[in-house]
C-alpha cells in the first residue's frame, strides 16, 4: 500500500513538472513571437511605405539648410522654378533606372540566379545590361559621389551643432561626429532602417516648417534686400545645389532590393519628390524673404534665426538626422567593399561591420580637408550627381532598349502619357542635353570657381569654417586716466559708442578683408 501511495506521488510529481515546463515553453513561444513582431515592426522593411520614407527621408536631408542660400543666389522665382523642374527631372531619372533593375533582375532569374544573400548594386545592373565598360563608369561615379555624399553629412553635422556649443570648433566636431557615424556599420542593409527612414522624415518635416515660421514671425530684417541674381557664378553655383538636392536617387537600386515588390517603386520616388517639395519651397522662400541677401554669406539658415528653444530641438533632430542619412549614402560604399574582398556573404554582421571601419577613414579625413558647407553641395552636384542619377541612367535607358526586339521584349513598356518609346527617348536626350551643358557644363565651372574662392580664402583643414573670429579684449583705461603712450601720447579718453544693430565682423586674411559670417 505504501508503495501504491509513492507511486502515486511520483506521478503527480511528474505530471506538475511537466505541465511547469508546458507553461515555460509556451511562455517562450510568446515572448519570442512578441519579440519578433517588434523587430519586425521596427527593424524589417520591404513594404512600398518603407520604400516612400527611405526616398524622402534621404532626399531632404541637410539641403534643406542651405536651399535658402541657393535662393539668394538665384532670386525666388528662378528658386522655385529650378525646384519644381530638378524634382521632375529627378524622378523621372530614378524611374529609369526603376525600370532597368526590372529588366536586370527579370533577365538574372530567368537564368536561375539567386540573390537571396545578395545585395544588387546600380554598377552590377549596369554590367549584367550594357557590359564591363558601363559598369566601371557607373561604379567610379556611383562611388565618388556617395563618398562625397558622405563627407557632406558630417560637415554638416559639424557645422549645425556649432550653433548650439560653440565651445569647440567644427573641426573637433567633425572629429566627435565621425566617430559617432562609424557605428552605421552595425546596420546590415536597407531592410533595417524601416525606424530611422519613419524618424528622420519626421525630424526634417519639423525643422522645415520651424524655419518657415520662426522667419515669418521674426518678419524681415531692417533694410532687407532681395538683389539676386547678380552674378553668372552665383546664379550657376545656387541651379547645382539645387540639382543636387534633387539628386538623391543614387541609392535607389539598394532600396528596391530591400522591397519585397520591387516593381512598386515605379511612382514612389515621384510621390516623395512631392512630399518634399511640400518641406522645402516654404522653408527657402520663408527664410530668403526675411533675411535676404544676407544668406550669401550664411550657407546655413540656422546661423540667422535667433537661438530658441525651437530652433536648439531643430538642430538636435538635423543631427540625428544626418546621422541617418550618412549611414544611407555610407551603406553602399559597405556593399562595394564587402564584395572587392569576398565577404558579402558573409552571416557574421560583426565580421562584416569590421570590415566595414576603412570605409570611414577617408570619409572622415575628406571632411576636414574640405570643411565648407554650401560650397561643396554646388560642386558635388555638377561634377558627380549630373553623371551619377541624370546622365549615365538617361543613357543606359536608351542604349539598354535601342533595338526593336529588346523594346518589344520589355519587362516594363513606357506609360502612353509620355509618348511611349518616342516619348521617352525624346525626354532622356532632354535630359541628357540640359544636365551636360546646364549642370555640369555652367555648372561646374560656377561651382569650381566657389569652391576655389573658399579654398582661397579660408585655406584647406581650416579650423572653423565661416566662425566668427574671437574677440579681442580691450585694454582697461579708464577716463581721464594718464598712461604710458609711446611717441609723447597725451591723457587718453575712451569714447563711448552705442550702436543699435550688430555691425558684421571682419578679419583680415593675406592682405584683404573677408567677411566671416557667424
Known amino acids: 500500500m505504501e508503495s501504491s501511495i509513492n507511486g502515486t506521488d511520483d506521478k503527480v510529481v511528474e505530471t506538475v513538472v511537466v505541465g511547469r515546463y508546458m507553461e515555460m515553453e509556451q511562455e517562450g513561444k510568446t515572448k519570442a513571437a512578441i519579440k519578433s513582431h517588434i ?6 522593411g520591404g513594404s512600398a511605405y518603407d520604400a516612400w520614407f527611405s526616398c524622402a527621408s534621404n532626399q531632404v536631408a541637410q539641403v534643406l539648410l542651405t536651399l535658402p542660400y541657393s535662393f539668394s543666389q538665384l532670386g525666388m522665382l528662378s528658386g522655385i522654378l529650378f525646384q519644381l523642374f530638378y524634382g521632375l527631372l529627378g524622378s523621372w531619372t530614378a524611374y529609369l533606372i526603376s525600370i532597368l533593375y526590372v529588366e536586370y533582375r527579370s533577365r538574372k532569374e530567368r537564368e536561375k540566379v539567386d540573390f537571396r544573400h545578395h545585395v544588387i548594386q546600380w554598377f552590377e545592373v549596369l554590367d549584367g545590361l550594357l557590359g564591363k565598360h558601363w559598369r566601371n563608369a557607373g561604379l567610379a561615379f556611383n562611388c565618388t559621389f556617395l563618398l562625397f555624399g558622405s563627407v557632406i553629412q558630417l560637415i554638416a553635422c559639424a557645422s549645425n551643432i556649432y550653433y548650439i556649443n560653440d565651445k569647440l570648433d567644427k573641426r573637433t566636431w567633425t572629429y566627435i561626429f565621425g566617430a559617432c557615424c562609424a557605428t552605421t556599420v552595425f546596420i546590415p542593409s536597407f531592410h533595417n532602417y524601416r525606424i530611422w527612414s519613419f524618424l ?3 525630424m526634417t518635416t519639423y525643422t522645415a516648417w520651424y524655419l518657415t515660421i520662426a522667419s515669418l514671425l521674426h518678419g524681415q530684417v531692417e533694410g532687407v534686400k532681395h538683389s539676386g541674381p547678380t552674378k553668372l557664378v552665383l546664379y ?3 541651379a547645382t545645389n539645387i540639382l543636387y538636392t534633387f539628386g538623391g ?4 537600386v539598394e532600396i528596391m532590393h530591400a522591397m519585397w515588390r520591387p516593381q512598386k517603386f515605379k511612382a514612389i520616388y515621384l510621390m516623395a519628390t512631392l512630399y518634399v517639395l511640400t518641406l522645402t519651397l516654404p522653408s527657402a522662400a520663408s527664410v530668403y524673404w526675411a533675411f535676404g541677401d544676407a544668406l550669401l554669406t ?10 530658441t528653444g525651437f530652433r536648439d530641438a531643430a538642430v538636435v533632430l538635423m543631427l540625428i538626422h544626418q546621422f541617418i542619412t550618412f549611414g544611407f549614402a555610407c551603406t553602399p560604399l559597405y556593399f562595394v567593399w564587402e564584395k572587392a574582398i569576398g565577404v558579402h556573404d558573409c552571416p557574421s554582421l560583426c565580421k562584416r561591420a569590421a570590415v566595414r571601419l576603412p570605409v570611414v577613414i577617408p570619409i572622415w ?4 580637408i574640405f570643411p565648407f558647407f554650401g560650397p561643396i553641395n554646388s560642386a558635388v552636384g555638377a561634377l558627380l550627381v549630373s553623371f551619377t542619377v541624370y546622365v549615365i541612367p538617361a543613357l543606359a535607358h536608351m542604349f539598354t532598349f535601342r533595338s526593336a526586339q529588346a523594346r518589344e521584349n520589355a519587362v516594363e513598356q513606357p506609360p502612353r502619357f509620355v509618348g511611349r518609346w518616342i516619348g521617352t527617348y525624346t525626354i532622356n536626350a532632354f535630359v541628357v542635353g540640359w544636365v551636360l551643358v546646364v549642370g555640369f557644363g555652367f555648372g561646374g565651372w560656377a561651382s569650381m570657381t566657389n569652391f576655389v574662392h573658399q579654398i582661397n580664402t579660408f585655406g584647406l583643414f581650416t579650423k572653423c569654417y565661416q566662425c566668427p573670429p574671437p574677440a579681442l579684449p580691450l585694454p582697461s583705461i579708464t577716463p581721464n586716466s594718464t ?5 609723447g601720447a597725451h ?28
Open 491 to 518: 591723457n587718453y579718453t575712451t569714447p563711448t559708442v552705442t550702436s543699435t544693430s550688430p555691425s558684421p565682423s571682419y578679419v583680415v586674411h593675406h592682405g584683404h578683408h573677408h567677411h566671416y559670417s557667424p
Open 483 to 487: 598712461t604710458p603712450f609711446p611717441n
Open 249 to 252: 536617387h543614387a541609392v535607389t
Open 200 to 202: 528622420g522624415l519626421v
Open 39 to 44: 523587430s519586425s515592426l521596427l527593424w524589417h
Open 365 to 368: 579625413f575628406l571632411a576636414i
Open 236 to 238: 550657376f553655383t545656387g
Open 298 to 307: 550664411h550657407a546655413n539658415a540656422f546661423a540667422l534665426l535667433p537661438r
